[in-house]
């Protein structure tokens, strides 16, 4: 697995997740002056980059002088946007000096090829339509009423609920941090391989975006063990395969629907979920995973119709039943609300998967890493969002990227990982 120190485009985290209560109340006003330079910023940087790119044509390698221009302009980007979204806490500079807590590295120039230089605006269009899955697509859909609307991006969401729980807490969740700088990531490569900063392709793994990541031991988790191989004939036909799983997990979604509302009633007096409906709900869990990962060609199998435990590459590991929070089950639609609309933002990404892991194993016969591995955190929250509407746990769903926990030790200082959103 590719590590961060071997990209010539890297985010460092050194932020202490501790958030001045009245800077995040005002934090887009504080915003705003940097937002203007930035823009003045970026005119500049539009000229430079037209210059570098036909100087990078004609001699191979990006000038010095150019090179440091736009990896400064980068760093002050990523200074600004982190600050903005909440991702860190203390004012930037107007520099775009080193030293941020969300700080950029980009590596000195280095050969390119120039055929990729020459066609680099139309390598990089997959990379725009995954930026619009992080920062809003910016185009107009419909909804299934004719009603017209945009989609918002996921930092946006994740910056929203961090303004609310910094503002309540004073700290910013782990998880919503981490997710935002694995964004704040994959931009500042778009932008590098965007200017010839770099020929990297921008890479959209999430366990390589950041550096180390917690390793988590939670309720609900996500175990892979796909192989990246696609068939090219099931990938062409994916979506009309899919249909029979579509059909019979709808019909599926209507039982659980009652179920669910049993449990609830069930858990609410007794304080702990009966173990048929967690078997159950589990269950449904379960295969809701194969099918998204099938569909979205985060995994290559068809899934059967059980929803089986280690049945799929793509596997969601549920721990048993245990007692529950009362009141946290009671209000448990109110509080799983922020983890829906999460949920609904990492949709957006998940489609972006989708759409670029069909042309890519199509062509080559392997789901590119990165996408896989996007799109695997997008069906782990979402699972994580579902078992906990459905009370499956009452551990809320954790939004940032994480590794596998490390293996059972029979040392009692060894502490667990903390859980939280």
């Known amino acids: 697995m590719e590590t961060a120190s071997e990209r010539p485009v890297r985010l460092t985290v050194a932020d202490d997740l501790q958030r001045n209560r009245l800077t995040v109340f005002f934090r887009l006003l504080l915003a705003l002056p940097f937002l203007i330079w930035l823009a003045i910023w970026a005119v500049g940087a539009f000229f430079v980059a037209i210059a570098n790119w036909a100087a990078t044509l004609v001699r191979g390698a990006s000038p010095r002088q150019l090179h440091a221009f736009l990896a400064r302009f980068a760093r002050y980007s990523v200074h600004v946007y982190a600050f903005l979204h909440l991702a860190a806490g203390p004012l930037p500079r107007f520099s775009g000096k080193p030293g941020?807590?969300?700080?950029?590295?980009?590596?000195?120039?280095?050969?390119?090829?120039?055929?990729?230089?020459?066609?680099?605006?139309?390598?990089?269009?997959?990379?725009?339509?995954?930026?619009?899955?992080?920062?809003g697509s910016g185009w107009s859909q419909y909804d299934s009423s004719g009603d017209e609307y945009q989609r918002i991006g996921l930092l946006v969401v994740a910056a929203v609920f961090g303004w609310f729980s910094a503002l309540a807490r004073g700290r910013m969740p782990r998880g919503l941090r981490d997710l935002i700088a694995?964004?704040?990531?994959?931009?500042?490569?778009?932008?590098?391989?965007?200017?010839?900063?770099?020929?990297?392709?921008?890479?959209?793994?999430?366990?390589?975006?950041?550096?180390?990541?917690?390793?988590?031991?939670?309720?609900?988790?996500?175990?892979?063990?796909?192989?990246?191989?696609?068939?090219?004939?099931?990938?062409?036909?994916?979506?009309?395969?899919?249909?029979?799983?579509?059909?019979?997990?709808?019909?599926?979604?209507?039982?659980?629907?009652?179920?669910?509302?049993?449990?609830?009633?069930?858990?609410?007096?007794?304080?702990?979920?009966?173990?048929?409906?967690?078997?159950?709900?589990?269950?449904?869990?379960?295969?809701?995973?194969?099918?998204?990962?099938?569909?979205?060609?985060?995994?290559?199998?068809?899934?059967?119709?059980?929803?089986?435990?280690?049945?799929?590459?793509?596997?969601?590991?549920?721990?048993?039943?245990?007692?529950?929070?009362?009141?946290?089950?009671?209000?448990?639609?109110?509080?799983?609300?922020?983890?829906?609309?999460?949920?609904?933002?990492?949709?957006?990404?998940?489609f972006s998967v989708a759409v670029l892991g069909w042309f890519a194993s199509l062509f080559t016969g392997k789901m590119p890493l990165g996408l896989r591995n996007a799109g695997a955190l997008a069906l782990r929250y979402?699972?994580?969002?579902?078992?906990y509407l459905l009370l499956l746990t009452d551990a809320y769903p954790y939004s940032g990227p994480n590794v596998a926990p490390p293996p059972l030790t029979a040392d009692p200082t060894v502490a667990s990982p903390p859980r939280g959103a």
């Open 100 to 135: 941020y807590p969300i700080d950029l590295e980009i590596d000195p120039p280095a050969r390119q090829n120039r055929w990729k230089v020459g066609f680099r605006l139309v390598l990089a269009v997959p990379v725009l339509l995954l930026l619009g899955a992080f920062f």
């Open 182 to 350: 694995y964004g704040l990531s994959y931009a500042a490569q778009a932008w590098a391989y965007l200017t010839l900063l770099t020929d990297r392709y921008p890479s959209s793994d999430p366990l390589t975006a950041i550096g180390p990541l917690p390793a988590r031991d939670d309720p609900i988790r996500l175990e892979s063990s796909d192989d990246l191989q696609r068939n090219r004939l099931t990938v062409f036909f994916r979506l009309l395969l899919a249909i029979p799983h579509l059909i019979w997990l709808g019909l599926w979604s209507i039982v659980a629907l009652f179920a669910a509302i049993g449990n609830w009633f069930a858990t609410l007096f007794t304080g702990t979920p009966p173990a048929g409906l967690h078997r159950f709900l589990a269950a449904y869990v379960r295969y809701q995973a194969h099918v998204g990962a099938y569909l979205y060609l985060v995994g290559n199998p068809f899934p059967g119709f059980a929803g089986d435990r280690g049945s799929y590459p793509i596997e969601i590991r549920i721990a048993d039943r245990a007692p529950q929070n009362r009141w946290i089950v009671g209000f448990r639609l109110v509080l799983a609300l922020p983890a829906a609309l999460l949920m609904a933002a990492f949709g957006t990404l998940l």
């Open 382 to 387: 979402t699972a994580q969002a579902y078992g």
